[in-house]
């Protein structure tokens, strides 16, 4: 069954440095998302991306993030210059539609450790 | 403002007690409806979901969900747990329409002890 790959699975950086993680959805889906989960908390939507624009983001993705799909295949989230509080586990997932709707299909996750 | 309740943090069961899972969401349209499970070490996977017709749902390894609308309920259930279905569950929701923007729950940890 095809998958959503994530890398790096744990990526450590230091305050303050700017930090891209890659995933590549599964590649017949059309909308991509990122969301994050901090340890021992809910599940986050951050941005949804469709049609290589953003369709629509929450208030947790503000400047410092920004989303690109660079070539046919590579969906990155960058965190321009990364806070403690940015420590998280962060998903990448991809469905078939948005309208209508479809399950999400996730990837591993990529722990993200600022200290 | 949407939200999603899973009231059970943690649920520990023997194995082949039965399991239910409840989860009650606030949204104002019509809703698509999942539960997703993290196996530890795992990624999020899709368990089952509801979109219309039958509100009775079976999903993969014998759950089922039953949507309940006058409850705006959905609750995730199991006659017979196993082991292997320890696991955190996540209840999920989404508008129907729109980019699926999916608001999750909080999340149930379930441990079943042998």
């Known amino acids: 069954e095809p998958e959503v790959t994530q890398t790096p699975s744990h990526q450590v950086t230091q305050m303050g440095q700017e930090v891209i993680l890659r995933c590549v959805p599964i590649s017949n889906h059309l909308y991509f998302y990122w969301y994050r989960q901090i340890l021992g908390q809910k599940v986050e939507f951050l941005v949804s991306?469709?049609?290589?624009?953003?369709?629509?983001k929450s208030e947790i993705f503000d400047d410092q993030f920004s989303v690109e799909r660079p070539d046919g295949s590579n969906f990155t989230l960058k965190i321009r210059s990364t806070k403690l509080e940015d420590s998280a586990m962060y998903f990448c997932a991809s469905s078939e539609q948005g309208q209508g709707g479809s399950p999400l299909h996730f990837g591993n996750g990529t722990r993200l450790t600022v200290t | 403002a949407q939200s999603v309740s899973q009231h059970n943090h943690h649920v520990i069961l023997s194995e082949a007690a039965s399991l239910e899972l409840g989860c009650n969401y606030s949204?104002?349209?019509?809703?698509?409806l999942f539960w997703y499970v993290q196996y530890p070490g795992q990624h999020l996977q899709l368990l089952l979901k509801?979109?219309?017709?039958?509100?009775l749902v079976k999903g993969i390894k014998g759950f089922e969900a039953e949507f309940i609308k006058s409850k705006f309920s959905f609750n995730l259930r199991k006659p017979s747990v196993q082991w292997s279905d320890t696991a955190e569950y996540f209840c999920?929701?989404?508008?129907?329409?729109?980019?699926?923007?999916?608001?999750f729950g909080t999340g149930t940890k379930l441990q079943v002890i042998p």
């Open positions: 991306f469709y049609n290589n624009e953003i369709s629509e």
């Open positions: 949204y104002g349209g019509t809703v698509n």
């Open positions: 999920a929701v989404t508008l129907r329409g729109g980019y699926q923007k999916v608001t």
């Open positions: 509801y979109f219309s017709g039958d509100p």
